[in-house]
């Protein structure tokens, strides 16, 4: 028997790191994204109420799949009005639960052929009859596990236009019939660049989340590699593919330097790069060349590739081509124009031209709508303003940053930067 606390605990752990893989199978089962993730929350409420009386399973995650594929027989012969659906899918899931072991089939579900689980729901997320914007948000709700709050932060809008262009999502795959089945290869490449989108945001809420006590979360960084690497495999002749292969191998190769014994987020020019995983660097460099061999016309993810390759390359941050990257933040501005892009490059215009050329490029976007509230424009500019000598006007940047950062390390990390701060005035 296990106390309430501990289920609690454990149950959302494997929540948080499997639920993503959970909802993903359970979508192909039952062919409906929707009622895949009301299935997974119901096993998950159901291991609250049985596992502090039956104690914690040996396989938890394969407990919930197989709990969920009972579920889904369940709901659907509740459901006069799917009886048709019933008959093509009851059996399959009775026998599946009629194994002779179904938690280490439904373990084998979640282990073995995760990876393109994962992108067959990815893909069909990103059916064309979706907009853009719910693609995205539908796909990091089912395939990464993100919240509404998480996704609105990512897209710098607010929870309830994310909730909305979800439900719609579920609305419009269900009445235009999208089957959970991989795309043919003529689909690919219509589906490509929202997958592409896709996959690299599950990074980047891996890489540094937006909200939560850990800096980190590195089973969405692990997902979204796996998925890359895929795709490069399935279609190896498109170079963005590539560029985002490269991209997210350099990133990962610094997360063991990214945060200290504590848990604290240690600044790139503070890491130790000689703990970089190089064999991640090679991969990322021998993928970034062999995007090369399409020519210079390079899109988004090769053009962040680039920007990662020049501090892969640097031994010390002394050594970094700030130069180089504020161009190629130039061209990125160009291919794909964002008020994020347009901070980023005024960081590299801080280190390649000094303090106030940054502070005059985050001048011309602090204002935008899109960038209120976020938390990297103070962050920023209390960092030129530092480094320019007007410490009052940086404390109050920085305090102002804290008070906006959703991520509990970042906020401290930010507070303290004020308290130090402080303590030079």
Not at 22 to 27: Q, T
Not at 193 to 199: G, P, S, Y
Not at 386 to 409: M, P, V
């Amino acid at each position: 028997m296990s106390g309430p606390d501990t289920v609690r605990r454990t149950v959302d752990t494997v929540w948080r790191m499997e639920s993503a893989k959970i909802i993903a199978v359970l979508a192909r089962t039952v062919n409906d994204v929707g009622l895949a993730e009301e299935l997974a929350s119901d096993a998950a409420v159901a291991a609250l109420e049985q596992w502090p009386v039956d104690g914690v399973p040996d396989r938890p995650a394969a407990w919930l799949m197989v709990t969920g594929k009972r579920r889904a027989v369940d709901r659907i012969r509740r459901d006069q009005n799917l009886k048709t659906k019933y008959q093509h899918l009851a059996g399959r899931l009775e026998a599946s639960g009629m194994a002779v072991d179904p938690i280490a089939e439904a373990e084998a579900e979640l282990d073995d052929d995760i990876g393109d689980e994962l992108l067959r729901v990815i893909f069909c997320a990103c059916h064309p009859v979706l907009s853009p914007e719910a693609r995205a948000a539908l796909t990091l709700k089912a395939a990464a596990g993100l919240s509404t709050a998480e996704i609105a932060r990512a897209y710098l809008t607010s929870e309830s236009t994310v909730a909305q262009r979800i439900v719609r999502a579920k609305r419009k795959l269900e009445s235009a019939g999208v089957t959970f089945e991989a795309p043919g290869q003529g689909e690919f490449a219509v589906r490509l660049d929202a997958v592409l989108e896709v996959v690299y945001l599950i990074f980047n809420e891996g890489y540094t989340a937006t909200g939560g006590h850990d800096l980190m979360r590195p089973e969405l960084c692990q997902d979204a590699q796996r998925l890359a690497q895929r795709l490069t495999a399935l279609v190896p002749d498109q170079p963005e593919v590539l560029g985002l292969a490269a991209l997210l191998d350099f990133q990962a190769s610094r997360t063991r330097t990214r945060v200290d014994s504590d848990g604290e987020l240690v600044p790139l020019p503070e890491q130790d790069r000689s703990k970089w995983d190089r064999l991640l660097i090679r991969r990322g460099l021998a993928a970034l060349h062999q995007a090369s061999a399409w020519g210079d016309d390079a899109g988004p993810y090769r053009l962040q590739a680039a920007i990662a390759a020049c501090h892969a390359r640097a031994a010390r941050p002394g050594e970094t081509d700030w130069v180089r990257i504020a161009g190629l933040y130039s061209r990125l501005l160009n291919v794909q124009p964002s008020p994020v892009v347009a901070l980023n490059r005024a960081v590299a215009f801080g280190e390649a031209f000094g303090p106030q050329s940054g502070l005059d490029r985050v001048d011309e976007i602090a204002d935008l709508p899109a960038l209120a509230g976020y938390h990297l424009v103070p962050a920023v500019r209390g960092e030129m303003l530092e480094r320019l000598g007007h410490k009052e006007s940086a404390l109050a940047e920085f305090e102002r940053a804290a008070s906006l950062a959703y991520n509990e390390r970042e906020r401290a990390r930010l507070t303290q930067r004020a308290a130090d701060l402080r303590n030079t005035i």
